[in-house]
């Protein structure tokens, strides 16, 4: 299989003539059946589907559907797949049997000349054509085919409908092995029609082989078999047709005799065989005259001879003997034999008999013997494939016992078709899941009856005349038959003594009218009974049997005397009923598979479709109540894998690919095209498709799809195309430019000396030719990439569009979906209200006038314990700096929570409190007192609020150095420490001890520890200090007091805050003094002896450093430069 082939998926729906499967047919009817048929027989569509059923219809003329290519095309496909063709059938039917181990039987039918023949033969071919090779098994399928031309040669005969009819029915089982390798087979053949050896139709031939024989044997051998190549020197061989156009009787003699040697036949047994038809030939020759005899009776006598002498010699058999049998007839009867003489009438139909006789035990012995050759030789498990190619349906202006037989086999045949196609539909149904609706057919079971019934059935019946004692005639026969079957609705008589058919003159005397399946078919029942007996005189059986030539010897075994047999051989009738009832039990243990074949026109000619005759044989071929049982149930199935792979481009969710089971996607598909829900049904592994309009419906939507789908493919290809030989064309004008002004330099650089002024005008026109292209082809090529560029932005617009549209889509969806949820949200609350509004005005009356109010309270009461009970258990950590507290559960409980979380912040820290020393106590007094005058006031505060006021920084009890001034103090001493007196005149620095008691401030010298000054602190009046984070202070001296000649004192400290607040609570703790105030600002006054110098402070430039300075700038101003805090 090529890639292609794998690639495409194909069915049978693609590139359809009419419609492929008759049950898609739509409106169904005999008119739109016929045209279909026609339409696509006009289009050289010679095979049309019933579901699995093929219709053929014989073209007349070699198409080229069955070349070796075809072969490839259908080998391993599935039914549906191609267009409908026989090797679909014969593939389907080849590969069930080889993988899933079913026996196969190929079931043809169809009138004389509708084709079955070659039907059979191409099911063959195909079958040896696929199936596997090798030596042994290319030998078993040429032996098998080979029998074909054999059988054919002695079986077939020109007739006025067909040129090649087969005049017996065949049945052939082929044999495979496990692998699907042929064994052999098996052939059975059925009534061959051995009327014809002795009387063709006008216009109708004699059986093939006389005729090869005649035309192609060598002079040689017609002589050996003292024949002569004239068809008229013999009697049985109708002249006025016998040579046939487009048949070469001598080649055809030598195909056969080739075959004959392919399927095993020995030099003698062909020769015997060829004999055995020479002598059939010269048995027709024979004639007779009377002779009268004494007792008053005629006696027939053989008139000329020689025929029969050269007969006799060809046979080996005693002339006497046989010329007897022509004259006497001997009657065996309760062991006494009785001789009576023969008639010449008589004589002639004993002729005829042995003629008769020979060919078909001829016949019937060349099939033993191919069996014999083809026959299976291992004996393991066979595979079967049976190919039945059997005489189809005849009503003819005059029809006898060959017809009452043949339709009687159509019948039945018809029957297993019913039932078989029935059971393997509802078969399906049930494998596949599907419910089983009974369908209404008409049952031909009961004209099968009629014909067959052991007891009263027709074939029965004559049979009991023909055996019957006394003057048995076709008239007693037909008595019979009227006032046994005259009740059969199916069974129609003149004499019947219903009285309907009176009158009815279409209806002759010596006739009765049987309402087959298929049609009315009115028998005349002259020759049913001596058909039926099929009588041999056993005088000539016995000299058959005498003969000294094997192969007659063989044929005629009951004329061995020491096997007398008094017992009458089975009739025709009977015979046959036997073997088609083999047949049928063989067809039903067999998968079926049915090609039905119809014959378009009368003329044997090509393009002729002759609309009453094929009208004709839909109807008794029973094709449209095939259909419509077909269509009861669903008209069209397919499994899901290719039904998803057909159809998935109809749908977004499937397209292009599909990732789930196939069944999910076929369902996917058909929600999504809203197909409706009783058109189709899901099976196991296929899906049914209740009416074909459905099918159609898909096929539509798939058809325009695919056209859009080519259309973009197209579209996208042309770009691409459009674009890749757009790049090539600029890379190899580039590649061609580089290249031809190298090599334009490099020429012009030689040429230039030497070129004569007329080729240098040349040179430049040709530089401005290519420079025109190089701008044409720049432009063209602009042009092109504007266009492409133009395309992408169309692309990207379209989607940026889509996209916007999917945005705009999802958010008006996210809204519904958020209404929907606010919508369904108050839907709840209200239904809540409702149930508690119904409840409580249900139970309203059970309560006294004042349980609403107890009830309040006491859900007060239980909402406010488990509120406190729930603080308790949360209730946030004693740290006083801790902010959190836990979340109010009620809004009324609003003002209580607030409260209780105040209360709750007090008590916490009134508790923190009371873990304080008195020392601990000071400590945070001073500290609080700090906060009062600096916070926000001082940026030097927020340092100094980590600092422990530690008071004496000296240790001036402890440390030596200090003992003396120490004890010169009898107070206590608050604070010790080392500050910076600021000198009044230039700003410079020095360092003083500073010691604060209860009552003064002590400035002393820092290294020999000498008073330099005492303040009393009633003395002072305020204390100056900046809003910067500097440690300068001014201790400002009440006017008119002791001290205040020396002026006020500045002075800088690391622990400025802590001596100022120091200073201030001393103050406000004696109850005698005023409070000491606390300056603070940028600028103040401070006394120096006489003048008042304004001290301010400035932001420090960076190149001041980090430090403090302080500078006196004139008479009137101190100036302090404050680095930028940090
Ligand atoms: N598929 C075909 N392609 C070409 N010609 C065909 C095809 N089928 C049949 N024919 C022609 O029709 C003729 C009659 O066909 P065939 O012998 O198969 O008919 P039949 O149904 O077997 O008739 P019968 O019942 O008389 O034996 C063939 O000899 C052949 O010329
Ligand atoms: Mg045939």
Redo the contacts with the bound molecule.
Sequence with gaps: MTYSKMEVKTSLLDNMIGVGDMVLLEPLSEDSFLENLKKRFDHNE?YTYIGSVVI?L??????PIYTPDKVEEYRNRNFYELSPHIYALADEAYRSLRDQDKDQCILIT??????????SK?VMSYVAAVCGKGQEVNKVKEQLLQSNPVLEAFG?AK?V??????RFGKYMDIEFDFKGDPLGGVISNYLLEKSRVVKQPRGERNFHIFYQLLSGASDDMLKKLKLERDFSKYNYLSLDSATVSGLDDAANFRTVRNAMQIVGFMEDEMQSVLELVAAVLKLGNLDFKPESRCNGMDESRVKDKNDLKEMCELLGIEQSVLERAFSYRTVEAKMEKVSTTLNVAQAYYARDALAKNLYSRLFSWLVTRINESIRAQAKTRHKVMGVL?I??FEIFEDNSFEQFIINYCNEKLQQIFIELTLREEQEEYVREGIEWTNIEYFNNAVICDLIENNQNGILAMLDEECLRPGTVTDETFLDKLNTICAEHQHFESRLNKNSKFLNDHSLPHNCFRIQHYAGKVLYRVEGFVDKNNDLLYRDLSQAMYKANHSLIKQLFPEGNPAKVNLKRPPTAGFQFRASVGTLMGNLQTKNPNYIR?IKPNDK?AAHIFTDSLVRHQVRYLGLMENVRVRRAGYAFRQAYEPCLERYKMLCKNTWPHWKGPARQGVEVLMTDLQVPAEEFAYGRSKIFIRNPRTLFFLEEKRKQCLEDLATLIQKIYRGWKCRSHFLLLKKSEIVVAAWYRRYAVRLLSKLSSILPPELKYQKKCEEAVTTIAAFWHGTQARRELRKLKEEARNKHAVSVIWAGWQGTKARRELRRLKEEARRKHAVAVIWAYWQGLKVRREYRKFFRANAGRKIYNFTIQRIMQKYFLGLKSNLPSMSPIDKSWPARPYSFLEGVHAELRRIFHLWRCKKYRSQFTEEKKAVYEEKLEASELFKDKKALYPSSVSQTFKGDYLEMVKNPKYQKLSSAIDEKILLADVVNKINRANGKSSPRLFLLTKKSVILADQKTGQVKTSLPLPDLSSVSTSTQSDGFFALKLKEGSSSAVKGDFLLSSDHLIEIVTKLHRISSLAADREKLNVDISDEFLVQFKQDKVCVKFIQGSPKNGNSVSCKRKNNRLLEVSVPTSP
């Design positions: 010679i053929s014989n073209p007349y003329r070699s198409l169809g009138e004389s000349g509708a084709g079955k023949t070659e039907a191409l077939n007739t409908r067909n040129d090649n009819s087969s190619d005489y189809g074949c044997k």
